[in-house]
């Protein structure tokens, strides 16, 4: 089952259920991409720093 399909189902919150979990996903990946600014931006380090979980001052 696709991620569109589980929403085919709850046709009551169709719209509102998708603005909701856009603006949440949104969200996360704000939060994720600052982190990973913070990490040390587009470096290497950086990448692997972020892969690895260490989100961490240095």
């Known amino acids: 089952m696709s991620f569109d399909q589980s929403f085919m189902f709850?046709?009551?919150?169709?719209?509102?259920?998708?603005?909701?979990?856009?603006?949440i996903v949104l969200s996360l990946v704000g939060i994720a991409v600052y982190e990973f600014v913070l990490v040390g931006g587009l470096s290497l380090e950086?990448?692997?720093?972020?892969?690895?979980?260490?989100?961490?001052?240095?």
């Open 46 to 58: 950086g990448i692997a720093r972020f892969a690895n979980g260490d989100l961490g001052p240095t």
């Open 10 to 23: 709850s046709s009551g919150a169709s719209m509102n259920g998708k603005v909701v979990v856009l603006a």
